[in-house]
């Protein structure tokens, strides 16, 4: 990759990202949201048994930018993306 992103987890290794432009050809079936940290009481009772969780969302590509991401790899691409989509 051009960007190193260094592991949290073990020093020295490097995360490795892909990132895709899907178009679904069904509707999407698994639950979605709009809205950052978007879980329910039954999602977060998951959480507490195994102290994970995830969960969907959708952004505009209007109101996509880096300020939705954390992490430093990710604000990189968001960037390209916003800087490449069109008008």
């Known amino acids: 990759t051009d960007f190193f992103q260094p592991s949290a987890f ?3 290794d490097q995360i490795l990202s892909i990132y895709y432009k899907v178009r679904a050809l069904e509707n999407i079936s698994v639950r979605t949201s709009n809205k950052p940290f978007d879980f ?5 009772k998951i959480y507490e048994q195994q102290m994970q969780i995830e969960t969907f969302r959708f ?3 209007d109101d ?5 991401l954390t992490l430093p790899i990710d ?3 968001a960037r390209m ?4 989509r069109p008008i």
């Open 81 to 84: 993306v916003v800087a490449n």
């Open 10 to 12: 073990r020093e020295g």
């Open 64 to 68: 996509f930018s880096e300020a939705c």
């Open 59 to 61: 952004i505009h590509l």
């Open 40 to 44: 329910n009481e039954s999602m977060l």
């Open 75 to 77: 604000k990189l691409v």
